[in-house]
Structure formats: structure tokens, C-alpha cells
């Protein structure tokens, strides 16, 4: 059974740093792209960030480039999400998940985690 389950998430000042970990069981890591994406109260889910399988190139979507990176820990089965200079903006749920190749595409993710809640609120 494949499961994907975020962790790390909580309430941040504005300015301050967080890291979510996505721990991933039931698949082979390193056969798979993860991607991270966030959903935000009334709006639609939006593509934050991914990791893509083999040459494990990143990619970020522009309202978090030069803030956040992707570091995978094949060993650990865990790719997070290093989340700096936190803005309000970046409040939402934030998700995991794995699919064949980095794409900002939703629909084109097999798995998905449970979301966990990020709140950047002074």
C-alpha cells in the first residue's frame, strides 16, 4: 500500500523558516518524482515545487523561487520542503505527491498525503 504522509507543519511569524518532510512507504523513492503542492482557503490547488526522478533536477514554481528548496533523502524515504523568508500569503494546506515526472499538473500525480496546515500569521 502506498502511502504518502506530510509532517511539519504550524504556525510561523512572517520572515521565519519551516520544514515540511513528506515520508513516503509502498513505493520505490527513487523511481518516482515527488512534487509539492498548497491549497489556500477559496482558491484552486496550486503546483509549489518538485523533485524529479533520476537526475533529481528541482523545480519551483515563481512565487516560491529563492525561498523554498527540495532536499530528498533516499535513505530515509523522505523529500522535504525547506520553506524560507515565509510570507502570509504562503498559508495554506500543503500536499504531497508522486508521479512519473515533474509536472505542474495535479491530475497527473498517482499518490497524494493527507495535507499538513501551514500558517505564516504574526
Known amino acids: 500500500q502506498v502511502q504518502l504522509v506530510e509532517s511539519g507543519g504550524g504556525l510561523v511569524q512572517p520572515g521565519g523558516s519551516l520544514r515540511l518532510s513528506c515520508e513516503v512507504s509502498?513505493?520505490?523513492?527513487?523511481?518516482?518524482?515527488i512534487g509539492w503542492f498548497r491549497q489556500a482557503p477559496g482558491k484552486e490547488r496550486e503546483w509549489v515545487s518538485c523533485i524529479n526522478v533520476g537526475d533529481e533536477s528541482t523545480y519551483y514554481g515563481e512565487s516560491v523561487k529563492g525561498r523554498f528548496t527540495i532536499p530528498k533523502d533516499n535513505i530515509k524515504n523522505t523529500v522535504e520542503l525547506h520553506m524560507n523568508s515565509l510570507k502570509p500569503e504562503d498559508t495554506a494546506v500543503y500536499y504531497c505527491?508522486?508521479?512519473?515526472?515533474?509536472?505542474?499538473?495535479?491530475?497527473?500525480?498517482?499518490?497524494w498525503g493527507q495535507g499538513t496546515q501551514v500558517t505564516v500569521s504574526s
Open positions: 509502498g513505493l520505490i523513492l527513487d523511481a518516482y518524482s
Open positions: 505527491a508522486a508521479s512519473l515526472g515533474c509536472t505542474w499538473a495535479a491530475g497527473e500525480y498517482d499518490y
